[in-house]
């Protein structure tokens, strides 16, 4: 029977692989970004994506900004800023709501929630990704945003273009890390690896 943590620590591998792969990777699609992005605006589930996710994450990090006393307006998917060094007029369009995490995401479930795990463990760690990858994407746009408030626009580019990205593999790093030791359970095995029949079990109780 083949040790557990020794099948988890092989998943997580897989799944950082897959992750640094993926990243790695998208330097590259960026290139292409221009042309990916007129062909998939093309789409309905993109006009959905700028018509009302872009306009809600919007709303969301404004009511944060007004949280911590920085002046801020919204008009659809574009954010406004006054008080700074400079006015400032944000926009967030449809590529920039995170959707390329989520994406990453499902990949990650595919390969980490293998193995005899308990449904209900599956089901919270999916739920708790999702949940958490949300909250990542709001932070990934708050803090370019800060720092082109406080500082310049240049340290927001940097931030966006290639911290953003580290930013994102780090949380999927601490994500799974926290799910294989405290949300995923395995069901119980007998000597051969195979679940336990509960009847059986109880009678030998």
Request: proline letters at 4%.
């Amino acid at each position: 029977m083949d040790d557990p943590k020794i099948l988890e620590g092989t998943v997580y591998r897989k799944i950082i692989m897959v992750a640094a792969v993926t990243f790695v990777i998208l330097p590259f699609v960026t290139t292409f970004n221009e042309f990916l992005t007129k062909v998939v605006e093309s789409l309905n589930f993109v006009s959905v994506i700028q018509g009302y996710v872009a306009p809600f994450i919007v709303r969301i990090v404004a009511a944060i900004l007004l949280a911590i006393k920085i002046p801020a307006a919204i008009d659809g998917s574009h954010l406004y800023l006054t008080g700074g060094w400079l006015p400032l007029r944000i926009y967030i369009n449809w590529n920039c709501v995170g959707w390329q995490s989520f994406i990453l995401l499902a990949f990650t479930f595919v390969t980490g929630l293998q193995g005899p795990y308990k449904l209900r463990s599956k089901l919270m760690t999916v739920l708790i990704g999702l949940e958490g990858t949300f909250l990542i994407n709001i932070i990934r746009i708050l803090i370019p945003t800060l720092l082109a408030y406080k500082f310049d626009f240049l340290s927001a580019i940097i931030f966006h273009d290639y911290l953003g990205t580290l930013f994102t593999l780090l949380w999927m790093g601490v994500f799974w890390n926290y799910a294989f030791g405290n949300i995923l359970t395995k069901h119980s095995t007998d000597t051969k690896g195979k679940p336990r029949d509960p009847v059986e079990k109880e009678v030998e109780e």
